[in-house]
């Protein structure tokens, strides 16, 4: 197996909402002739919006995420101010702000938004782990 994440897929309980807001957002929805799913370009990696219900059928689970899913989903930026304006921007949209951008244990600044269907946010600037010109993370070895 080739170590790759190729798609992201959120289960939303209200899909054209979620567009809209992750749109607001300044995301760019890709593949429009797929009508019962949304695909945005992440850099590298797809971010996918599916209704909660049938992502749940298709995986052949309960749809019962409970309080916490187990995962959150990063989206670093290239300075400190960048946390607070995107975190703003969130809130600005319909975003619950669950913690408030701050100095973080690991030497960074990071701040967590809830999306419109609950999924927990980070945004964060590590100076610890850039971004490139193309805006992915420059891990080191």
Request: charged share 25%.
């Amino acid at each position: 197996m080739e170590p790759r994440i190729s798609i992201i897929t959120l289960g939303s309980r209200d899909l054209q909402r979620s567009i809209a807001f992750w749109e607001a957002m300044g995301w760019s929805r890709k593949a429009r002739a797929f009508e019962s799913i949304a695909l945005f370009d992440a850099g590298g990696v797809v971010f996918g919006l599916y209704p909660v219900d049938k992502l749940a059928k298709d995986c052949r689970l309960p749809d019962d995420r409970g309080q916490f899913g187990g995962f959150t989903i990063a989206h670093n930026v290239r300075s400190r101010d960048e946390v607070d304006m995107c975190l703003a921007r969130a809130v600005e949209l319909g975003a619950h702000l669950q913690a408030p951008a701050h100095n973080a244990f690991w030497g960074g600044y990071s701040g967590y938004f809830l999306d419109l269907d609950g999924y927990p946010w980070e945004v964060a600037f590590n100076p610890f782990i850039p971004l490139g010109a193309d805006g992915r993370l420059i891990l080191p070895d």
